[in-house]
């Protein structure tokens, strides 16, 4: 009762807080009239900032109108430079997906290794200290030189970034599952394979899938900026290409949606987590 | 009638560990000798710190000797085996499964062949045994600590062990929780005759349960000083344990041992190393006052009965 009363009244904050943001950016950007009076031939010419002292930052109400055209034909494809928002998404998600189970393939069996052998924790150690500091970016050219496809290039830098949150909280997970845990393990003569799988990953699994989500994050921050680099499709590409349109509209459009995106992928991997929680 | 190789039987165990300064070693407990008969309940007693817990791991197999060795259902204890089911001090349930998976995952190792009906039914049988049933979906967030406990107790018993290991199974539960589950230990024991090997620190918890106790001086260099042999009826309970006629005397002994006599000896470095092998079997009766047992430690003797084994004698 409480709890929805909580809710209901957030959203009226949140719902108010909205109505304000986009009141606020319509006065910014609305025009203040007729600025100078000059030829007609001339003041299309000079276009509205000039002459009607209107901003070249568009209003909400074209930003709306952009979204809703976007939505409505999210799909099509009228060549390289021309395709729906829909196509730049997939795209981009689909880089992000590949890469990002890539690493989920090398970082969870390396973490579990690097978890249960104090050895290998060890003289692993100083690569991992080194290697996640780097910018993904920073490998973008060794991609494309060694791998000499772009798109593999991007895909191999999403890669990179998710790899090293993952690897470390597996490795943490693993390394700190209670001992009494690994005992019931060994008493019941468990071989490894099965104690791996049913005592230590079940164990683990909510700091690996904090790793994971954290991951998915800088995966989605990194595949716009590495498609601005590779460009030809995807929704980085999409914002660049825009920019040298001059469409801010455009701009505009494709940030929200990169952050909506980005949201459902982060709610994604939050119910997962919730999956495998367990109250101690 | 004790034989030369019991049940379980501990020959010179020793267990040393490299000490904090990481230069030398402490010496926990050492040159321990005992046997426990099959069917028979054994306590051990002492101070934290005399390495109560270090032998029930090595019985378990999950921590080794320095020296000597350790038999168990007439195997030479290597490792940790199905033979010998721990109940741990705390629970150690999977918190991700609930009471049901925690005993069907014992069952599963302990028959992998069986098939998933049978490994339930199995598993069932024994939550109804500790009186689970109808709380077996329940995860261990949601069970009581004594709750939690019962399925430690269904866990171990289910894979049937022929030893089973507890390791103060009941000291972080409350009075009443822990009295109920000693009447619950009681009767499946009584139904079972299921070999015991307990750690405690409760000399009623002991009197109650136990056949055998093992009496250990304190650590470091920790020794067994002698065997007392519990000298109540065999069919005891909680409720009429003070009002049987040798429980004073039997208990007088015990914390007289716990309160003096296991630091004395400690610092006088009492039994010798001869007398180590064959530990002084007691038998405390109200023939002799609390105070006099300590005038009876048969030091060199070895495997001498230090009172009467007068069952009948009364306090009155």
């Not at chain 1, 040298?244 to 494709?254: F, H």
Request: hydrophobic share 50%; aromatic share 8%.
């Amino acid at each position: 009762m409480t709890q929805n009363w909580l809710g209901l009244r957030a959203g009226l904050v949140s719902l108010a807080l909205f109505a304000i943001i986009v009141g606020v950016w319509h006065i910014a950007t609305a025009g203040t009239g007729t600025a100078v009076k000059m030829d007609p031939e001339y003041a299309k010419l000079m276009g509205a900032t000039a002459t009607q002292g209107k901003s070249a930052m568009p209003g909400p109400a074209e930003v709306g109108a952009k979204i809703w055209q976007h939505l409505r034909d999210p799909f099509y494809d009228k060549g390289t430079n021309d395709k729906g928002i829909g196509i730049q998404l997939a795209y981009s998600i689909a880089r992000v997906g590949l890469g990002y189970l890539l690493a989920v393939a090398v970082a969870i069996p390396v973490g579990f290794l690097i978890g249960m052998s104090p050895l290998m924790s060890r003289a692993l150690d100083p690569f991992i200290q080194v290697m996640k500091p780097i910018s993904p970016l920073a490998w973008m050219p060794l991609a494309l030189y060694t791998i000499k496809d772009s798109g593999i290039s991007a895909i191999f830098v999403i890669f990179i970034c998710s790899l090293w949150p993952m690897l470390i909280n597996t490795a943490f997970g693993v390394a700190t599952v209670r001992r009494d845990w690994l005992n019931v393990a060994k008493t019941l003569e468990m071989s490894p394979g099965r104690t791996a799988w049913r005592v230590i990953l079940p164990a683990a699994a909510p700091t690996i899938l904090t790793g994971m989500r954290i991951s998915i994050g800088i995966a989605w921050l990194v595949i716009v900026a590495a498609e601005m680099l590779v460009g030809g499709t995807g929704i980085g590409y999409f914002v660049w290409n825009e920019w040298n349109n001059l469409s801010i509209t455009n701009v505009i459009t494709a940030i929200l949606f990169i952050g909506v995106i980005g949201m459902l992928l982060d709610q994604l991997m939050a119910k997962l987590q919730r999956l495998v929680a367990y109250a101690d | 009638m004790p034989t030369s190789t019991g049940f379980i039987s501990a020959q010179g165990l020793t267990r040393r560990f490299p000490d904090t300064s990481g230069s030398g070693e402490l010496t926990v407990f050492e040159d321990l000798w005992f046997n426990v008969a099959e069917g028979e309940f054994a306590c051990v007693i002492g101070h934290s710190g005399c390495g109560k817990s270090t032998i029930l791991n090595i019985l378990a197999g999950l921590d080794a000797p320095t020296e000597g060795h350790i038999i168990a259902a007439g195997k030479h204890v290597l490792g940790p085996s199905l033979d010998r089911a721990v109940i741990f001090q705390g629970h150690a349930l999977m918190p991700w499964l609930s009471a049901l998976g925690n005993v069907e995952l014992a069952v599963s190792s302990r028959h992998p062949s069986w098939s998933r009906a049978e490994i339930r039914d199995h598993a069932m049988k024994y939550l109804t045994l500790v009186h689970l049933d109808g709380s077996e979906t329940k995860k261990p967030a949601q069970l009581s600590g004594g709750m939690k406990q019962r399925v430690g107790i269904a866990r171990a018993l289910a894979i049937e062990p022929r030893v089973l290991l507890m390791d103060e199974p009941f000291s972080a539960l409350d009075a009443l929780t822990r009295g109920s589950l000693q009447d619950e230990v009681i009767a499946i024991r009584n139904a079972t005759r299921q070999t015991v090997f307990m750690i405690t620190h409760d000399v009623d918890e002991a009197l109650l349960l136990a056949d055998k106790i093992l009496l250990m001086t304190n650590g470091p260099k920790a020794s067994i000083a002698e065997i007392v042999e519990n000298t109540l009826p065999k069919e005891r309970t909680r409720a009429e344990l003070h009002k049987l006629p040798n429980y004073y005397p039997l208990r007088n002994h015990l914390i007289e041992f716990l309160v003096t006599r296991s630091r004395e000896m400690a610092v006088a470095n009492v039994p010798s190393s001869a007398g180590r092998r064959t530990p002084p079997i007691v038998r405390p009766t109200a023939a002799f006052a609390p105070h006099a047992s300590t005038a009876t430690v048969p030091e060199p003797a070895g495997q001498v009965a230090a009172c009467l084994p007068t069952r009948h004698v009364s306090a009155a």
